[in-house]
């Protein structure tokens, strides 16, 4: 049997793609299911586009993208199903998914509440050509329906009589804590993109109090955004990677995960909160849509919404190393039996058979 995952972004590079798909590859191999990935845009394709440069390089790149998706719905090869996480072309109508669909059945994945309109403050001039009303076309000729959780699952049953929920979920093999953390220093960490940065700025306020309280033994990180800096803190954002992701996750004794409370943050699918928990790391997380049945507040986690709360609920985890212990193998244990690659991998696999057939 033959995958083809309509991907927008070359391996690596996407967190929707990395958590909900990428991570099933070697399972999916195992079980005879091989995975032709086309994809579309590299890391300097990603710079150019949704960076500030100009209409006329963002319009090649665009072209150049759109040569390749006709290419890859089009050519004549033997595809037994197609998988598109969250759409297979990023403008405009859904023209990419309905020529794949008359090729082979489309499994369709999604993890965010994507029929919103949402733009990138780079491209908000462009965002007539971000259009979301191609979703409910895209979900309808699908014929599978994954989503990331129930608040998505139940806008999408609308429009497909087969919608499953599959989590995003951890390879919990390869994000697993330390054996041994011998630091008196409590470091607290978020690790993100540019685009979800904006999610901790509010919470700067609540975690200068902390800083003043306990001064040299909080350590503070924040990864994902290298342009971000707040001098009170005297914190400087660090480049993403791979490698560097998982070493701050591995020193991190408390994972943060604050969230607005609006329509598109409730179909968010906890997955800051959910990588931090299965690094045994003790987690905060704002108690907005998935966070409230991930976490129970006290036993795998800790829930905030105001500033208060949030001081209190970190406040609780700096003095307590034996409550952070506690909470954090909670947390841990929560992701490796709801949320983990390994217990999904097989649903997947079987979700992608069934379309097949």
Same mark, same amino acid.
């Given at each position: 049997?033959?995958?083809?995952?309509?991907? =927008?972004?070359?391996?690596?590079?996407?967190? %929707?793609?990395?958590?909900?798909?990428?991570?099933?590859?070697?399972?999916?191999?195992?079980?005879?299911?091989?995975?032709?990935?086309?994809?579309?845009?590299?890391? &300097?394709?990603?710079?150019?586009?949704?960076?500030?440069?100009?209409?006329? /390089?963002?319009?090649?790149?665009?072209?150049?993208?759109?040569?390749?998706?006709?290419?890859?719905?089009?050519?004549?090869?033997?595809?037994?199903?197609?998988?598109?996480?969250?759409?297979?072309?990023?403008?405009?109508?859904?023209?990419?998914?309905?020529?794949?669909?008359?090729?082979? #059945?489309?499994?369709?994945?999604? &993890?965010?509440?994507?029929?919103?309109?949402?733009?990138?403050?780079?491209?908000?001039?462009?965002?007539?050509? /971000?259009?979301?009303?191609?979703?409910?076309?895209?979900?309808?000729?699908?014929?599978?329906?994954?989503?990331?959780?129930?608040?998505?699952?139940?806008?999408?049953?609308?429009?497909?009589?087969?919608?499953?929920?599959?989590?995003?979920?951890?390879?919990?093999?390869?994000?697993?804590?330390?054996?041994?953390?011998?630091?008196?220093?409590?470091?607290?960490?978020?690790?993100?993109?540019?685009?979800?940065?904006?999610?901790?700025? #509010?919470?700067? #306020?609540?975690?200068?109090?902390?800083?003043?309280?306990?001064?040299?033994?909080?350590?503070?990180?924040?990864?994902?955004?290298?342009?971000?800096?707040?001098?009170?803190?005297?914190?400087?954002?660090?480049?993403?990677?791979?490698?560097?992701?998982?070493?701050?996750?591995?020193?991190?004794?408390?994972? =943060?995960?604050?969230?607005?409370?609006?329509?598109?943050?409730?179909?968010?699918?906890?997955? /800051?909160?959910?990588?931090?928990?299965?690094?045994?790391?003790?987690?905060?997380?704002?108690?907005?849509?998935?966070?409230?049945?991930?976490?129970?507040?006290?036993?795998?986690?800790?829930?905030?919404?105001? &500033?208060?709360?949030?001081?209190?609920?970190?406040?609780?985890?700096?003095? &307590?190393?034996?409550?952070?212990?506690?909470?954090?193998?909670? %947390?841990?244990?929560?992701?490796?039996?709801?949320?983990?690659?390994?217990?999904?991998?097989?649903?997947?696999?079987?979700?992608?058979?069934?379309?097949?057939?």
């Amino acid at each position: 049997m033959k995958v083809g995952f309509l991907a =927008l972004q070359a391996p690596d590079l996407s967190p %929707g793609q990395r958590y909900r798909f990428e991570a099933f590859l070697p399972h999916l191999s195992r079980r005879g299911i091989e995975v032709s990935y086309d994809w579309l845009l590299d890391r &300097d394709d990603l710079r150019v586009f949704y960076g500030r440069e100009s209409p006329v /390089k963002k319009g090649l790149i665009a072209a150049k993208a759109a040569l390749r998706r006709l290419r890859s719905v089009v050519r004549p090869r033997e595809i037994d199903v197609f998988f598109v996480q969250r759409e297979a072309f990023f403008l405009l109508n859904h023209w990419s998914e309905w020529l794949a669909h008359l090729r082979a #059945p489309v499994v369709f994945d999604f &993890d965010d509440a994507i029929w919103i309109h949402a733009v990138s403050e780079a491209n908000r001039r462009f965002a007539f050509l /971000k259009n979301v009303e191609k979703i409910p076309r895209v979900v309808g000729l699908s014929h599978t329906v994954i989503a990331g959780n129930e608040y998505l699952a139940t806008w999408a049953r609308q429009h497909s009589r087969n919608v499953q929920v599959i989590p995003t979920c951890v390879d919990t093999d390869r994000f697993a804590p330390l054996s041994n953390r011998a630091d008196s220093v409590v470091t607290i960490g978020w690790s993100g993109s540019p685009s979800t940065v904006a999610h901790l700025r #509010p919470l700067l #306020p609540a975690l200068e109090r902390v800083k003043a309280r306990y001064q040299d033994r909080v350590r503070l990180r924040v990864m994902g955004d290298p342009t971000f800096s707040h001098a009170p803190l005297g914190l400087q954002g660090e480049a993403w990677s791979a490698e560097a992701e998982l070493e701050l996750l591995r020193r991190m004794d408390i994972g =943060l995960m604050p969230l607005p409370d609006d329509a598109w943050t409730r179909g968010k699918c906890g997955l /800051k909160g959910l990588v931090s928990m299965s690094m045994g790391a003790a987690t905060v997380m704002s108690p907005v849509g998935v966070n409230t049945e991930i976490v129970k507040h006290g036993e795998n986690g800790l829930l905030a919404r105001t &500033d208060d709360e949030w001081v209190e609920a970190l406040s609780r985890l700096i003095d &307590d190393a034996a409550l952070r212990q506690r909470i954090g193998a909670a %947390g841990r244990a929560t992701v490796v039996e709801r949320y983990s690659v390994q217990r999904w991998q097989e649903p997947l696999a079987a979700l992608l058979l069934d379309a097949a057939r």
